[in-house]
């Protein structure tokens, strides 16, 4: 550019290239498309229409979403130091796109409640300490305790931190590790071990040609809802497969149910038998498949006793059987509101029992892949861990407890006292990154790193295809430089301890690497160390050899229980489960908060949902605010009124009404688990989240529901419009 | 235009994005939605904050329609209304329709706008001059699918505390009050597209521009591209299906095809095409 024909425009243009290229190159040195270098790109003019639009190149990282317990790959954008944007890892075994709470992560990460600092209890309030006088603390109080007077009470855990934690423990004396999911699929997996000898066997949505799915919301919250959405999308194509979704509550997947059936809280068993009885004696399915004792069970389950029981009318249970019968392979799941009662156990057979009866097994339902690193595999939670724990606190069992990726004080029924409980414990330690319930109880807080701020690995619970270790590894600089990673903090606990064996690790990073060194030459397919460690850390995952599987069938006892009435409390209470607060963990996220509710279409605050027939016989109208009442103790909020709930029943989301946890989550909406009563799943053991009986009525108060849009039906405008399947397989089937 | 004129000529008027408006398009931008895998799952929506800045307004600015989801999933129940004498429950679930500026040919938006900030673009775009904006808000009233969102405040004060800022994608402003919004169809990734295509010396090619909702759709129901690339899978869908721009009605060969635009009666001639949901009674 000679000086000569410089003009105005031209002078901007120069101004404003050198004014973004300086600073960009100055910030760090990575590739800009606008250099003066270069000079070949076309310069933004500030008129025109896209000069909002400055392109720089973002450079992409692997790492693993930690959001749920799922474990999804993801990619996350890096520009000028900072991960801007996450997408799902398009390699990944378990996932590709990425579901809103993935999304949302990064509000985890950035969140400004995030604890920057180690903090220790001193006259009552948590005030901010050093590091150094966090591990005089811990020597203090923890190093000297007594065998098996210390535990650990964490969420999902897996990977290296896994076996960091476990040699922690054994260094300790304690075996005590609790490992709990409010939001879990523990009566489901006893049902599978006990009747396939495999408790996470491998779905198969693209094969199968109808889904019976007794509560599983596979596309919400159900186990690995990322992968199954993408296997759903197969299941949609071609030859469509039809879905029935039978539950008290609309889910997620409910509302993509080509027949959505209302079933009584806790007669999913009884639903399934009798669809049983109908496929035996109308549709001629054989019966050799079952045991005669399960048969035997069967035949007592006719039509109109199931009608009467679970209120499902007789023509559905039909309709139902019909599709089955038709569609083969079908797959048949049962889920958290099957699950959640005193007779869990025996409804999650039930439903297993129409697999092998339908010849599923092998089919639809095919061997897990079980890598065969075993310490190394995904610590599942339960909720019996909870109610375990909660005795052995309350009985003063532990001088020190380790709090981390869990938050009991919150998700525990009020019957649990766990806040009274835990405080029983002298010393109670919290590794956590933001103030929650539990985390403000503590006696200690160490301030944990992001997911995209560490190095780790971690093993989805749910392994698609082949069994794979996935890697995190820092997206970007920590936010604050007095957090630390688990795995820093667990080695850091195994050296004070002077276990031999991780002495000479200068930090976790260091342990990674050595210990993917020791991996077998057949998964480092040659690679020396450097290599192998670029290419993990580039893919993401580590395919990992596997034994491989097979099935067995035993069924187990199907009898049901009866339905229990209960005068006094009319009403079931169903504490659902949405993938978006999830089991609380998400209220923090400004992003959630503000997405409405998939059903719904609810922000922002909690609801309780009612059918218009209950709505009108009590007198309530949308927005109303609505007493709920069980044994255990009373919440409020507001109505919403649809047919997607049975008519027995009221549904709450979990997730919101916390007492901590931050400007986004404090004081916003109610926690529908606090009023749980104390029954169990009586086969399992784990808590009946779903048979809490309940009384409501109106408050007397009424407010606009905060809801996304006015109309709830299109008043006959094509927005959303609609073909029947038989025409989708006519002109797009296989 | 005197209303005489229009009201003499109006059956041209009504038709006239049939004659191609006065655009030599470079890249037609466009979509296909599959209503049959959409789940309603909202990630695409979420994905849209996360990509674009959009600030996040609290329950009471939500609740009076503040709210600046560019991306919004609606979600429709059969009729008859509520608390119909019909069928006790909601059988067939519900109908998800994720809504994203149309960016129609012939928008209703543009003509309406006093300070011309918002107009076409050679890539089809319906774009959107912030630092022209005075905003009169008649392009929001004007648009049939109220998918304009209106900077009735300055957000960025409230909604990204420190450090929630440095999650802001410096590929595009963060907007002050009195400006109007809407989706891009992620304008910055087409931008990046378009200049890395060209440092390599091509044409853009199918696969370069992914908007953040396709590219975050657990199901693949999202589809984009450039609707005049041929190859582009975008383009072979509506082929498939039928649908052409540029067209008041579809002469389809098969009426049970599924694609259609959303209020295409109204001849706006959007950009976006869905098809229908499938339900099996």
Same mark, same amino acid.
Request: aromatic share 8%; proline share 5%.
């Given at each position: 550019?000679?000086?000569?024909?410089?003009?105005?425009?031209?002078?901007?243009?120069?101004?404003?290239?050198?004014?973004?290229?300086?600073?960009?190159?100055?910030?760090?040195?990575?590739?800009?498309?606008?250099?003066?270098?270069?000079?070949?790109?076309?310069?933004?003019?500030?008129?025109?229409?896209?000069?909002?639009?400055?392109?720089?190149?973002?450079?992409?990282?692997?790492?693993?979403?930690?959001?749920?317990?799922?474990?999804?790959?993801?990619?996350?954008?890096?520009?000028?130091?900072?991960?801007?944007?996450?997408?799902?890892?398009?390699?990944?075994?378990?996932?590709?796109?990425?579901?809103?709470?993935?999304?949302?992560?990064?509000?985890?990460?950035?969140?400004?409640?995030?604890?920057?600092?180690?903090?220790?209890?001193?006259?009552?309030?948590?005030?901010?300490?050093?590091?150094?006088?966090?591990?005089?603390?811990?020597?203090?109080?923890?190093?000297?305790?007594?065998?098996?007077?210390?535990?650990?009470?964490?969420?999902?855990?897996?990977?290296?931190?896994?076996?960091?934690?476990?040699?922690?423990?054994?260094?300790? #004396?304690?075996?005590?590790?609790?490992?709990?999911?409010?939001?879990?699929?523990?009566?489901?997996?006893?049902?599978?071990?006990?009747?396939?000898?495999?408790?996470?066997?491998?779905?198969?949505?693209?094969?199968?040609?109808?889904?019976?799915?007794?509560?599983?919301?596979?596309? #919400?919250?159900?186990?690995?809802?990322?992968?199954?959405?993408?296997?759903?999308?197969?299941?949609?194509?071609?030859?469509?497969g039809v879905l029935i979704q039978v539950e008290p509550k609309m889910t997620l997947t409910g509302g993509n149910a080509d027949l959505w059936v209302a079933a009584r809280p806790g007669t999913e068993g009884a639903v399934a038998l009798g669809i049983a009885n109908v496929l035996l004696s109308e549709n001629q399915v054989d019966g050799k498949q079952l045991p005669q004792a399960a048969l035997d069970v069967i035949s007592q389950y006719s039509v109109s006793k199931v009608a009467e029981i679970s209120g499902v009318p007789g023509d559905t249970l039909v309709r139902i059987a019909g599709y089955l019968k038709e569609r083969s392979p079908s797959l048949v799941l049962s889920g958290e509101s099957a699950h959640g009662h005193t007779n869990g156990y025996q409804n999650a057979m039930a439903a297993m029992m129409l697999n092998v009866l339908l010849g599923n097994i092998g089919q639809t339902i095919e061997a897990s892949n079980s890598m065969v690193f075993d310490e190394l595999k995904a610590k599942q939670g339960n909720s019996k861990a909870m109610l375990d724990f909660a005795a052995a606190a309350g009985a003063g069992e532990y001088d020190v407890v380790f709090f981390m990726g869990a938050n009991p004080v919150y998700t525990a029924p009020a019957h649990l006292a766990m806040a009274d409980k835990i405080a029983k414990v002298p010393f109670k330690v919290a590794l956590s990154m933001f103030p929650d319930e539990t985390t403000m109880s503590a006696d200690l807080v160490l301030p944990l790193s992001s997911p995209y701020e560490e190095w780790a690995t971690s093993v989805s619970p749910y392994q698609p295809k082949d069994a794979a270790i996935?890697?995190?590894?820092?997206?970007?600089?920590p936010l604050s430089v007095e957090t630390r990673s688990l795995g820093d903090i667990l080695l850091s606990m195994l050296k004070y301890q002077g276990v031999k064996d991780y002495e000479t690790f200068e930090d976790y990073y260091a342990y990674l690497r050595s210990a993917l060194d020791s991996l077998p030459a057949s998964v480092k397919a040659g690679k020396d160390s450097d290599a192998f460690w670029s290419a993990a850390v580039q893919k993401g995952f580590i395919k990992a050899p596997s034994k491989p599987g097979s099935l067995k069938v035993s069924l187990g006892e199907l009898d049901q229980g009866g339905y229990q009435t209960n005068g006094d409390y009319p009403m079931n209470l169903v504490p659902s489960s949405n993938q978006s607060m999830y089991d609380g963990r998400n209220a923090n996220l400004p992003w959630l908060q503000e997405a409405p509710d998939q059903i719904t279409k609810i922000f922002w605050d909690s609801w309780v949902e009612v059918h218009p027939k209950t709505a009108s016989k009590l007198g309530i109208k949308e927005g109303d605010f609505i007493r709920i009442e069980s044994d255990q103790g009373v919440i409020e909020t507001q109505a919403y009124i649809y047919k997607g709930v049975h008519v027995d029943t009221v549904a709450i989301p979990m997730g919101r009404g916390h007492e901590e946890y931050g400007r986004y989550a404090k004081g916003n909406g109610v926690n529908p688990l606090k009023i749980l009563s104390p029954v169990v799943d009586e086969k399992s053991g784990e808590l009946a989240t779903h048979a809490t009986r309940v009384r409501i009525s109106k408050v007397g108060r009424s407010e606009e529901l905060p809801r996304l849009g006015g109309s709830e039906v299109q008043v006959g405008r094509r927005l959303v419009s609609t073909v029947s399947a038989d025409v989708f397989r006519r002109t797009e089937g296989a | 235009m005197s209303l005489k004129n229009i009201l003499e000529n109006w059956s041209h008027y009504r038709r006239a994005h049939e004659d191609g408006g006065h655009h030599e398009y470079e890249h037609m931008w466009g979509m296909a939605i599959d209503l049959n895998k959409c789940t309603g799952c909202n990630a695409c929506s979420v994905a849209c904050y996360a990509e674009n800045n959009l600030p996040t307004v609290g329950k009471d600015r939500m609740r009076k329609g503040q709210g600046l989801h560019w991306l919004r999933m609606e979600r429709y129940w059969d009729e008859p209304d509520l608390g119909g004498d019909e069928k006790e429950y909601q059988e067939r679930g519900g109908s998800f329709l994720p809504m994203m500026c149309?960016?129609?040919?012939?928008?209703?938006?543009?003509?309406?706008?006093?300070?011309?900030?918002? /107009?076409?673009?050679?890539?089809?775009?319906? %774009?959107?001059?912030?630092?022209?904006?005075?905003?009169?808000?008649?392009?929001?009233?004007?648009?049939?699918?109220?998918?304009? /969102?209106?900077?009735?405040?300055?957000?960025? =004060?409230?909604?990204?505390?420190?450090?929630?800022?440095?999650?802001?994608?410096? &590929?595009?402003?963060?907007?002050?009050?009195?400006?109007?919004?809407?989706?891009?169809?992620?304008?910055?990734?087409?931008?990046?597209? $378009?200049?890395? *295509?060209?440092? =390599?010396?091509?044409?853009?090619?199918?696969?370069?521009?992914?908007? *953040?909702?396709?590219?975050?759709?657990?199901?693949?129901?999202?589809?984009?591209?450039?609707?005049? &690339?041929?190859? %582009?899978?975008?383009?072979?869908?509506? $082929? %498939?299906?039928?649908?052409?721009?540029? $067209?008041?009605?579809?002469? $389809?060969?098969?009426? =049970?095809?599924?694609?259609?635009?959303?209020?295409?009666?109204?001849?706006?001639?959007?950009?976006?095409?869905?098809?229908?949901?499938?339900? =099996? %009674?």
């Open positions: 550019m000679s000086g000569s024909d410089i003009n105005r425009r031209d002078f901007l243009k120069f101004m404003g290239l050198g004014g973004v290229g300086a600073a960009t190159l100055s910030g760090c040195d990575m590739p800009t498309t606008i250099t003066l270098e270069e000079g070949k790109e076309k310069v933004v003019a500030y008129l025109a229409p896209e000069e909002y639009a400055i392109p720089g190149i973002g450079v992409t990282f692997a790492s693993t979403c930690q959001q749920c317990p799922s474990g999804c790959g993801v990619h996350g954008r890096v520009r000028e130091g900072r991960v801007l944007k996450l997408e799902g890892n398009p390699e990944a075994l378990n996932g590709k796109g990425l579901c809103q709470m993935g999304q949302a992560s990064l509000q985890g990460h950035y969140n400004p409640d995030r604890i920057t600092q180690p903090m220790a209890r001193k006259g009552g309030a948590l005030m901010p300490v050093s590091w150094e006088d966090a591990w005089l603390l811990m020597k203090e109080k923890a190093s000297g305790t007594a065998q098996g007077r210390s535990a650990w009470f964490t969420g999902t855990v897996s990977g290296h931190q896994s076996v960091l934690l476990a040699a922690l423990n054994k260094a300790w #004396g304690s075996k005590d590790h609790y490992v709990y999911e409010a939001i879990n699929n523990a009566v489901g997996s006893a049902v599978n071990e006990a009747v396939l000898g495999d408790a996470t066997p491998v779905y198969r949505f693209d094969k199968a040609k109808a889904v019976l799915s007794f509560g599983a919301d596979f596309l #919400g919250t159900w186990v690995s809802p990322v992968h199954f959405s993408r296997e759903y999308g197969k299941f949609r194509s071609g030859d469509r996935s890697m995190s590894q820092p997206l970007m600089k | 149309q960016q129609c040919n012939a928008a209703t938006c543009e003509p309406v706008c006093p300070v011309a900030a918002t /107009y076409h673009t050679p890539d089809g775009l319906n %774009a959107q001059v912030y630092n022209r904006c005075i905003g009169s808000r008649y392009c929001s009233n004007n648009c049939p699918y109220r998918l304009r /969102y209106f900077n009735f405040y300055s957000y960025y =004060e409230e909604s990204w505390p420190e450090p929630l800022n440095m999650q802001l994608n410096p &590929d595009l402003s963060v907007r002050d009050k009195g400006v109007m919004e809407k989706c891009t169809f992620c304008i910055q990734r087409i931008r990046t597209g $378009k200049d890395a *295509a060209q440092r =390599e010396g091509r044409e853009v090619k199918d696969g370069d521009v992914v908007t *953040a909702c396709a590219q975050t759709c657990p199901t693949e129901a999202i589809v984009f591209g450039d609707l005049l &690339d041929k190859d %582009a899978q975008v383009t072979k869908l509506w $082929k %498939a299906q039928e649908v052409e721009l540029g $067209k008041t009605k579809q002469d $389809k060969s098969n009426g =049970e095809l599924r694609g259609y635009r959303v209020l295409e009666g109204l001849n706006t001639d959007p950009c976006v095409m869905y098809m229908d949901r499938v339900r =099996e %009674a």
